[in-house]
């Protein structure tokens, strides 16, 4: 579709360059460590060798005796406070310092407060803890056998490890399904542990004006006014009530979903600074960051999937084991223990499906984050592309016919999942032909066959996934009982520029440009003219912030309405202006004109300029509006990734030979950002799949715990991403759009996994786990006597 | 320790612990910000900057030793005013996202293409392996790079 807006405009559909660009390539952001106060503190924090252990004895005398060095802060100091726990995201809760045990490896002990950087860490090491090791619990499934010691025993009612069950679906007719099915398979899927290790690791700077009794915390948050109101409900009783607490969400680093959470260091951090009155900065550094902040996945799934003889899928079953470390500080909705994992129906029209979720406490770091993923997406669309192409093979169908025949039609559209999810709109097989067509698929089935000859491993997979973001109608949605909608502020200066603000926050995804290229294309305002606003709480408009891919969907509808608004405004002045009825004016972006008189026009620059110069009598003076959008329902994106994989029979490494990418976000706001950020999500995608893994020995020790063995991919390991697209607008977004950020990552481990397994199915491979490591596949190579 | 340093071109000195690292120098005694810390084990270059000309990781050399040696940062590719034809290209080309990483690209870039001012692809890869990106998916700093070398060739 052309752009309705010109180039100078840089509405919808134009590729404009960034407004965040100029100061980043100049070393200009602001950062949260950037931030620099007079008379501003160091915190840094003391950690846990142990993964379980009784805390007998803090001594702090060698640490304070260190210049620079002002005080330890433990868990006694804050219990004085009563803010020793905190409540988690899922209303569990979580120690800030801990007055008994530890429990997990790496979690705060104590924090060392000091006038240097340097000087805290001397403290930090300097602090002599004594410790009494109890037995430790790694793996759920022993959590949950009768017998393993109790983790929980702060909670007085608690006999088990076991935190909740749930389940969805209609489970009497899928076992009638699975009972009539002429064929099913079953397969055991772990989707491990990850971390979503932005380049900037977490941090705050938290400054308590006592003159002022205001607290302004600068932080590296994605949900800035979600986090004002936790601060004001946890802290209320020690004076900090929400009108005087400001969270600054400067540039951010990369979010990924993983600075969502309230972590211990922020909260101790803030105590600090209300306790000394003076700034305090906190900034953990990467082995903090991958060892005790939330990680992502960890699920232990069993599907099983009943098809007809012809190929019909018919019905889903899974259950699934959740490991959520020592406290459930998952980040989702309320009234989603697992998320959105329920979509694992995928782009498949089942007729039944049930879904059963346990979540067990282990010694491990809590968490369950989402991973650059809506809640639980990734889990669910790789355990139905793993499973259907299992189901492909089984029936010795190629996964692709087989897809094209079980996909939900278009003409399904709004189409009701067997799990009670109202899909918006799609045409799944429109994608996937687009994929085969630009890969040449045809041809690399029949090199593939070629080269099985030769005993050479290739392998072509498919993952054609169906999201499910832009949480959420407010009926279903909340977090912590805060509903999820989201706002758009917009105030129009008398020379026709504007300002916008948003309750999002935007983490290298580009809000500044493309929330003002929304403005653009509604009022015809040029995006260069329109500057664009978040992360203030002082300043913002409420909102719940950006994650789950939701700014688009929610925030940017906010955006759309409220342009809306300002237009209604603007036609009465303009029916002043020109002497008409408002009615008689014809809009387009950026003028008013009178039907059947196009010359008498008046611009969005001339009626900005009378409302606040000549305005009609009896109007209000100004030109803005606030919308706080509560989307109807959710977008559902979707895409068709094509892999090739060629299989190294010496080292076992896979090659990923080329990658097709055709995605489907609706209505497109600057092609250029939607590419790159599918070009990361891809990215995001290929590091589980092939190399990310935190794990833990029969100690809890946590294995993965710095950059030197948590493997992010490198430009050398990234393949050269080749990406496309079908456009199938929202139907109920009101700009047609739908969110695009995290689409690649829950999409493309699929593929990868499913490539390397069709690379071996002959060999009688039926499921690898991620993340593929050559040492994984070289020993099943030699265990195939495949190499030696 | 008294330690003698010129940064984009300008002299400093300042009276540093000798464990201070350079980039905390460059940092916090400078107040330089451009240069990023994004891990504690040399693996991430968000920390790249310039010394004599060679890029190294300013998290794991400390500041004594850069004492008496010139050192570049992201702050010192803009020359009157003019824009370095990489941080053009990395603008051009959408080589960056959330930019925490764009400054140690950059400087590893531009170390890298005046040794190899005609590189390919491939070799643009290995260039920057050293330092990771968690947005972009590098395909667009490989191209940003390309379309820096092709305008550097092209006679700027």
Known sequence: MAPRTTPEVGGMGHSIKRKEDPRFIRGKGTYVDDVVLPGMLYLDIVRSPFAHAKIKKIDTAKA?????????????????????????????????????????????????????????????????????????????????????????????????????????GNKAETERAFAEADVTVKEDIYIPRIHVASIETCGCVAHFDKVNDKLTVWMTTQAPHAIRTVFALVAGHVGLAEHKIRIISPDIGGGFGGKVPVYPGYVIAVAASVLTGKPVKWIEDRMENLQADSFARDYHITAELAAKKDGTLTALRIKTLADHGYTDAAANPSKFPAGLFHVCTGSYDLKAAHVEVDGAYTNKPPGGIAYRCSFRVTEAVHTIERMVDIMAHQLGT??????????????????????????????????????????????????????????????????????????????????????????????????????????????????????????????????????VEEGDTDTAPYGLGTYASRSTPVAGAAAAIASRKVLDKARKIAAYLLEAAPEDLVYEPGKFSVKGAPNRVKTIQDIAFAAYTNHPQGME???????????????????????????????????????????????????????????????????????????????????????????????????????????????????????????????????????????????????????????????????????? | MLVKVAINGEKHEADVEPRLLLVHLIRETLRLTGTHIGCDTTHCGACTVLLDGRPIKSCTMFAVQAHGREITTVEGLEQDGKLHPLQESFMSEHGLQCGYCT??????????????????????????????????????????????????????
């Open chain 1, 398 to 531: 190629d996964p692709a016919e087989f897809r094209m025949k079980n996909f939900v039609k278009p003409e399904q559209f709004p189409y009701k999942s067997a799990l009670g999810w109202e899909y918006d709109s799609g045409n799944y097989a429109g994608a996937l032909q687009k994929a085969m067509e630009r890969i040449g698929y045809a041809e690399l089935r029949r090199e593939q066959a070629e080269k099985r000859k030769r005993g050479q491993l290739m392998g072509i997979g498919i993952s054609s996934f169906t999201e499910i973001v832009g949480a959420g109608p407010s009926k279903h949605f909340d977090i912590l009982g805060l509903k999820m909608f989201d706002s758009c502020e917009i105030r129009i200066h008398p020379t026709g520029k504007a300002i916008a603000r948003f309750g999002t926050k935007s983490q290298g995804q580009g809000h500044e440009t493309t929330y003002a290229q929304i403005l653009a294309e509604e009022l015809g305002i040029p995006a260069k003219d329109i500057q």
């Open chain 1, 621 to 788: 003076a100004g030109l803005e509006a606030v919308s706080y959008y509560d989307p109807p329902n959710l977008t559902y994106p979707f895409g068709s990734y094509i892999c090739v994989v060629d299989i190294d029979t010496g080292t076992g490494d896979v090659k990923v030979r080329r990658f097709v990418a055709i995605d489907d976000c609706g209505n497109i706001i600057n092609p250029m950002i939607v590419e790159g950020q599918i070009h990361g999500g891809l990215t995001m995608g290929l590091a589980p799949a092939l190399l990310e893994e935190i794990s833990y020995d029969e100690y809890g020790n946590v294995q993965g715990g710095s950059f030197i063995d948590y493997l992010l991919p490198t430009a050398v390991e990234t393949p050269k991403w080749e990406t496309g697209n079908t456009v199938t607008p929202s139907p109920h977004h009101p700009l047609g759009a739908k969110g695009v950020g995290e689409s690649a990552t829950v999409g493309a481990p699929a593929a990868i996994a499913n490539a390397v397994v069709d690379a071996l199915w002959h060999l009688g491979v039926r499921h690898i786990d991620i993340p593929i490591t050559p040492p994984k596949i070289w020993k099943l190579l030699r265990a195939k006597g495949i190499t030696d």
């Open chain 1, 64 to 168: 304070t005796a260190i210049p620079g060095v002002l005080a330890v802060i433990t868990g006694k100091d804050l219990e004085k406070y009563n803010l020793h726990w905190m409540p988690t995201l899922m209303s569990d809760t979580q120690m800030v310092l801990p007055v008994e045990k530890v429990m997990y490896q790496a979690q705060e002990v104590a924090a060392v407060l000091a006038t240097s950087r340097y000087a805290a860490a001397d403290g930090a090491a300097a602090v002599e803890v004594e410790y009494e090791p109890l037995p430790v619990v790694v793996d759920p499934k022993k959590a949950l056998e009768p017998g393993a010691p109790v983790l929980r025993t702060d909670k007085k009612d608690k006999k088990d490890n076991h935190i909740w069950h749930w389940e969805w």
């Open chain 2, 103 to 156: 400054p140690g690209m950059l400087m590893t870039s531009v170390a890298f293409l005046k040794k190899n001012p005609k590189p390919t692809e491939d070799e643009i890869r290995w260039a920057i392996s050293g330092n990771l990106c968690r947005c972009t998916g590098y395909v667009n700093i490989v191209k940003a790079i390309q379309h820096a070398a092709a305008t550097m060739q092209g006679g700027a």
